[in-house]
């Protein structure tokens, strides 16, 4: 007998559609705050940098834990 998969009805499909644009932008703003510390020369601002990166992971990672 064959597996049966069903599919997600529309309410589920749209959430994890935004939850899968949540991730790719919260990746994108993090390589982006990675590239700015990378040219940043004043010690200031690379550590507010690191601070924003830190905040995107943890939002990163609230993300994955709604899914």
Known sequence: M????TM???VTRRRLAALADLNNA???AR???QLAG???GEF????LLLRV???IDRA???ARRLV
Do not use: K
């Open 8 to 10: 997600p009805d529309p």
């Open 26 to 28: 919260l990746s994108g």
């Open 53 to 55: 990166i830190d905040q």
């Open 31 to 33: 390589c982006a705050a």
């Open 44 to 47: 200031l601002v690379r550590e």
């Open 60 to 62: 990163a990672v609230m």
């Open 2 to 5: 064959a597996p049966t998969f």
């Open 38 to 40: 990378l040219e940043a």
